[in-house]
């Protein structure tokens, strides 16, 4: 077990700097997808129009989202 700890704290101190660092802050926040579900008539090979709804932080709709 402490192995386990000590290997994963070192593989951390050794990977995390060489990391490329992200700001997180001008993409956004979160978003949740609801999908509709599957059609009675899905035909293996065959298109199907999938529906879904982006939320915002998962309460307000997006709009003029294409997948």
């Known amino acids: 077990m402490q192995s386990a700890l000590v ?7 050794l990977i995390g700097p060489s990391a490329p ?3 997180t802050a001008p993409f956004g926040g979160w978003a ?6 599957l ?13 879904f709804l982006v939320k915002q932080h998962g309460v307000t ?7």
């Open 32 to 37: 949740t997808i609801n999908a509709d579900p």
């Open 21 to 23: 660092s992200i700001p």
């Open 39 to 51: 059609p009675d008539n899905v035909v293996p090979g065959r298109k199907v129009q999938l529906t």
């Open 7 to 13: 290997t994963t704290l070192l593989s951390a101190l």
């Open 61 to 67: 709709p997006l709009a003029g989202l294409k997948p």
